[in-house]
């Protein structure tokens, strides 16, 4: 899971003026607007567990055709990088589970 900010010039209703806000995503949709000047806020409703099922099921369904065109790339490059992605997987997956739960426990209300 994947927590994003962005800056853009939005016109405020509380300042009556184009004002800096900064826009927060959650894999790609809007969780919530910022004022930079008057710190008003619009909240958008986002279902964090759902966002992060929808991203472990894309994962895996896709990881057979990733692994296939990996393989189709390059045979002798594949196998060379397989025993250390093999190693590294484990300590990926729990960077990914730590930062996923960081975002889930943030953001969930």
Known sequence: MKSSEMEAQLYCIHC???TPHVITYINEKMKHIECEEC????EF??????ELYKEVYDRISTK???ITEEYKQGLDEF???MPIRVISKPYRLIRYLNQSYKIIKQYKK
């Open 16 to 18: 009556n003026n184009n």
């Open 39 to 42: 710190h008003n806020t619009i």
């Open 45 to 50: 409703k986002v279902d964090i567990m759902k």
């Open 64 to 66: 057979p055709s990733r």
């Open 79 to 81: 196998l060379a990088k």
